[in-house]
């Protein structure tokens, strides 16, 4: 570990800060958009458009990095998201936050394929592992962070969207000046979605559901606490228990995948998830009813992504692996950018608590799925799987490519 850190501080570092800047955004829209007298539904296609242009980022950013090389595209890039952060208060339209968000998606999207390749290219066979996990949880850590920023500022002023624009600016200055060597770009051919889903069809599905789940926590949660009436710092506390949750349970959860069946924890813990979106159903949107909420629906569905990943594999030949991440992490897309517009449009049928109603009813079809599918095919025993590889939701092909190397590599060391 401390050789991971000597190697890419700076990468780390910089990333932390951009993560920072990404969950300050995510969050104050939902508020500032409030405050301005958007609907829900306008607030919902605002927060979709940044998983729209995420996922059109992950497929272009590789184009971009072979033409004119890594510097360039992280330089212009990171400029793009500085200047979206300032221009939202000064273009406070649902349209122009719109494309705005399609534009910082974008943005944000090609910055990790970026800094992915950097960090991949920094690590050995003997490292990656470790050094994925270390940059997952310097994510993690930046989100959560970002949420104690909105209590220092007026979510109605500048002074909120001032600050991570710097923030984003200065984050780039550690990764430019002091960054490994940059590392030759190769494209990996993926699997066709249909080859995909004839290997896997309950992690195909559970891929597109948690993309709905998880575009709904990230783009939808702050938009729920201003409804209902949360203060802002109440908001940036609800908001951080959903990361904070990922973060603590990510490890603990991981342990007890590679020790028994991976298929059955994969029921359990979507179970215990759908529970924790219940609850402010069942109880009432009492604070503390929200956070347990919000901690244990966090802290399952962060490391589901992870879990549907290892198990995928699971039937992947390590050949295959690095393949299979492109097209497992577009049909997470093609989820993540239904899921504001859809959470949105419930809740405006059900009030606020459609914000959690859908995230439950997602976990339930796929509780539902994941349980006929064990009548279907019997699951591989926990001493013929690969190892738990810690991933977000919020990762670029190239980590989850990162973690197939490993998965790969481990298959192979197996085998041998």
Known sequence: MLQVLSSSWALLLGMMLLMVGNGVQGTLLGIRGGIEGFSTF???LVMSGYFAGFLF?????????????????????????????????????????????????????GVYVTAESWLNNAADNENRGKALSLYMFVQMVGIIAAQG??????????????????????AFAPILLSVNPTPAFE?????????????SPMGCVGFMLLGGVFAAQFGMASV????????????????????IGGLVLQYPIGWISDRMDRRLLILIVTAIAMVAALLPVVFGVRYEILLVASFLLGGMTNPLY????????????????????????????????????????????????????????LLFGFLAYGLWRTTRRTGPAPKDTGAYMTMSP???PVAADMAQEVWADEAQDDDN
């Open 306 to 361: 992870a879990l549907l990943l290892a198990y995928v594999n699971d039937y992947l030949e390590p050949e295959d692996m690095p393949a299979a991440s492109a097209g497992l992490i577009f049909i997470n897309g093609l989820g993540a950018i239904a899921g504001p517009v859809v959470t949105g449009w419930v809740m405006g049928v059900m009030g606020p608590l459609g914000f959690f109603g859908y995230m439950a009813l």
């Open 187 to 199: 494209s990996i051919k993926g699997l066709s979605l249909r080859e995909l889903f004839e290997i």
């Open 42 to 44: 306008e607030l919902s």
């Open 57 to 109: 980022g992950s497929r272009m950013a590789p184009i971009m990095i072979r033409r004119v090389g890594h510097v360039r595209v992280f330089a212009a890039l990171g400029s793009f998201i500085s200047a979206v952060l300032i221009l939202y208060p000064t273009f406070t339209d649902p349209w122009a936050w719109t494309a705005l968000r399609v534009i910082i998606g974008f943005c944000f999207s």
């Open 394 to 396: 919020a990762a670029s």
């Open 149 to 170: 920023l909105l209590v220092i500022g007026d979510p109605g002023g500048f002074i909120l969207f001032i600050l991570p624009s710097v923030l984003v600016s200065i």
């Open 224 to 243: 729920f606490g201003q409804q209902i009436g949360l203060s802002v710092g109440q908001i940036s506390a609800f908001v951080s228990a959903l990361f």
